[in-house]
Nanobody, 116 residues
Framework: QVQLVESGGGLVQPGGSLRLSCAASGFGSMFRFYAMGWYRQAPGKQRELVAEIGGGGSTNYADSVKGRFTISRDNTKNTVYLQMNSLKPEDTAVYYC????????WGQGTQVTVSS
């Protein structure tokens, strides 16, 4: 059974950092072929792409997070990460992990709240 489990969310002050993890199970050795993405959805807003990383390691970021967030993956652990630095209140959202290789899967999300 394919599953994505996000972790690492929480409450952080503006300017702080968090590292999100997305552990993938049920993909076996095929995980490395999946494009992995982090998305977020703030209250009353549509879900939006934050960052994505291809199977070959190429990355893409939303303009709003460039220079502050870094996506990475460890195919030996079937895990993708999102390092978030210089967090702002507008980064507050539920963050979701997505795996995509023709067909796609979503995790349940982890809450990130940036507030003083």
């Amino acid at each position: 059974q394919v599953q994505l489990v996000e972790s690492g969310g929480g409450l952080v002050q503006p300017g702080g950092s968090l590292r999100l993890s997305c552990a993938a199970s049920g993909f076996g050795s095929m995980f490395r072929f999946y494009a992995m993405g982090w998305y977020r959805q703030a209250p009353g807003k549509q879900r939006e792409l934050v960052a994505e990383i291809g199977g070959g390691g190429s990355t893409n970021y939303a303009d709003s997070v460039k220079g502050r967030f870094t996506i990475s993956r460890d195919n030996t652990k079937n895990t993708v990460y999102l390092q978030m630095n210089s967090l702002k209140p507008e980064d507050t959202a539920v963050y979701y992990c997505k795996a995509d290789w023709g067909h796609y899967y979503w995790g349940q999300g982890t809450q990130v709240t940036v507030s003083s």
